[in-house]
């Protein structure tokens, strides 16, 4: 049988691209406006997973010209005195964006704190409003994550109208709202999560598969479809015999490669899109803050 390699779709250096297009427009409006954009970042409690996220975030943003406020809360902190950082955050008029980080330690209800950030400022599109306005296509902040793997296939100009999509896990930060956005670009979505039966049956049949569970190794090569576009959203890190950790996603890639037409690396895919459109959605608060 004849052996090909997927194409990468590289959202390293689609990032970069974009972080060079924020680096301007900070630099053009920043005299005018008087003041930086501002992204407050919380985090309860520390999160090793999270770790590679806040690292990439902050030197994003120092990259472009955003002012990155890190708010580091012990896990013994009081759901009252978040309520109370949250309210402060969303007076103050040198932050337009807020990002509660998750996972949130278990006593601490991360849903309602997510509810009483302003909707204007809530640069993880996680707000009910803002998954509202998505729901409706209409325009609003939206969840960085999705919005970065179709900034991504929208740069490798790849067809979404009237194929066959399908999403591996349904969560609010992820899952649900990149059905809800490639049902907008007219594709057929199917959402697959850990209740499915038969996964290799659904995901055989996409032409675009989106893993996004958090299982390393859940989607092996025969589950892709000759040919397919292949998106890596999982984020999981492994440590070998030796000790040594690394970041794998969701996809047996070095087998994947061999059947899809276009794959997405981890590291170097949906990681930094993600990074990318969160600066982006910071932005955009910012303009709309001031008027601009
Ligand atoms: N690249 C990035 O920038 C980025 C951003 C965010 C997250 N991530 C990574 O993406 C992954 C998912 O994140 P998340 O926040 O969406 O996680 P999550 O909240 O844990 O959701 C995981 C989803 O996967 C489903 N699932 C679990 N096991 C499954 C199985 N065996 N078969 C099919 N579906 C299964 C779950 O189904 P149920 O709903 O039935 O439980 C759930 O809907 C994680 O690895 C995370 O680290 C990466
Ligand atoms: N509120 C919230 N929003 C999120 O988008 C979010 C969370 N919380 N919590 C953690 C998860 C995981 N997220 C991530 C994880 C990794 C990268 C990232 O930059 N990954 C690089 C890693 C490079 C490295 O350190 O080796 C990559 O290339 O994949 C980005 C977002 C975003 N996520
Ligand atoms: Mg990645």
Redesign the pocket.
């Known amino acids: 049988m004849e052996t090909t390699t997927a194409k990468l779709l590289d959202g390293k250096a689609l990032a970069e691209k974009i972080y060079k297009e924020l680096a301007a427009t900070i630099a053009e409006l920043k005299p005018k406006i008087g003041r930086p954009p501002g992204l407050a970042v919380l985090m309860v409690g520390d999160n090793p997973?999270s770790a590679a996220?806040v690292r990439n975030k902050e030197k994003a943003c120092a990259k472009v010209g955003i002012t990155s406020f890190g708010k580091y809360f012990p896990t013994d902190i009081t759901f009252t005195e978040l309520e109370a950082v949250i309210a402060q955050l969303n007076q103050d008029e040198q932050v337009d964006g807020i990002l509660v980080q998750?996972?949130f330690p278990g006593h601490l209800d991360s849903i309602a704190l997510l509810h009483q950030i302003e909707p204007d400022k809530d640069v993880d599109g996680l707000h009910p409003v803002n998954l509202g306005r998505l729901v409706r296509s209409e325009t609003g902040l939206r969840s960085?994550?999705p919005a970065?793997v179709m900034r991504l296939l929208e740069e490798y100009k790849i067809p979404l109208e009237g194929k066959q999509a399908v999403v591996?896990?349904?969560?609010?930060?992820?899952?649900k709202p990149m059905a809800l956005m490639l049902l907008e670009a007219n594709a057929t979505v199917t959402i697959?999560?850990?209740?499915?039966q038969d996964?290799k049956t659904i995901t055989q049949n996409a032409d675009i598969l989106i893993?996004?569970?958090?299982?390393p190794g859940?989607i092996t090569a025969d589950m892709v479809k000759p040919g397919a576009v292949v998106v890596?959203?999982?984020?999981?890190r492994l440590t070998d015999s030796s000790g040594k950790s690394r970041l794998v996603?969701?996809i047996d890639f070095a087998a994947t490669a061999r059947v899809a037409e276009y794959l997405t690396p981890?590291p170097g895919?949906?990681?930094?899109?993600?990074?990318a459109m969160l600066l982006q959605n910071t932005v955009s608060s910012y303009l709309q803050a001031t008027n601009h």
């Open positions: 997973a996220y998750l996972p960085c994550t970065g591996v896990g349904r969560s609010i930060l992820v899952g697959a999560h850990s209740r499915s996964l893993a996004a569970a958090g299982l859940l890596d959203v999982g984020i999981n996603g969701d981890v895919g949906i990681g930094p899109m993600t990074v």
